[in-house]
């Protein structure tokens, strides 16, 4: 019950202050309660409709660099403890399309954690495969132009940025497509 008032006094504060600085701080509170990983906290902030805020947010091309930063570490956040039904709540929220936003932003740090949270919706995926073996989170994200922005990632000035790109790549996207393998001599 006092998480639940708490979730949704921070939803207030962060749709409707204007100020930069009480929406950081809310946003870190809401991070920190999805950081303990209990499945009732997560539930708690889905419930609220904290990803959807967070979507609409990191998809709003007017918010600073610095806003972004916060929502992406409390989206990656509450990507790590959710549980696969909760990342299905998380996409279809918005969560791919928002990722794939943060993804083309110059900022380093909030690509890899950008990765991060989009290597847990795919994970959640990978779990929830139908019985014909499709992950529906790696074919939305394809549908959406995501695997060319994990190809373009993949060749990132950035060491880090460009391994974890090629790692979810191989491990989500090329085991049926062998052409990319063979042309970085991975495929037998």
Do not use: W
């Not at 110059?106 to 290597?119: Q, Y």
Request: aromatic letters at 4%; hydrophobic letters at 45%; charged letters at 25%.
């Amino acid at each position: 019950m006092v998480f639940t008032e708490l979730i949704s006094a921070l939803k207030e504060i962060i749709e409707a202050c204007e100020c930069e600085s009480m929406m950081k701080l809310s946003l870190l509170i809401v991070k920190s309660i999805a950081a303990e990983g209990e499945t009732v906290h997560i539930e708690c902030i889905i419930e609220n409709k904290i990803p959807e805020l967070i979507c609409r947010l990191l998809l709003n091309h007017t918010a600073s660099l610095r806003l972004k930063n916060i929502l992406v570490h409390t989206f990656t956040t509450i990507c790590e403890g959710a549980s696969e039904e909760q990342i299905e709540h998380i996409v279809n929220a918005g969560g791919l399309e928002a990722v794939l936003s943060i993804l083309k932003v110059t900022d380093t740090e909030l690509i890899m954690t950008s990765l991060l949270g989009l290597e847990e919706i795919l994970v959640a995926g990978e779990a929830r495969e139908s019985e014909d073996g499709i992950n529906e989170h790696a074919i939305k994200l394809d549908s959406l132009r995501g695997l060319k922005t994990l190809e373009d990632l993949s060749l990132h000035a950035n060491s880090k940025v460009s391994k974890k790109a090629q790692g979810i790549l191989s491990e989500y996207f090329y085991f049926q497509d062998c052409e990319y393998n063979r042309a970085n001599a991975d495929c037998a």
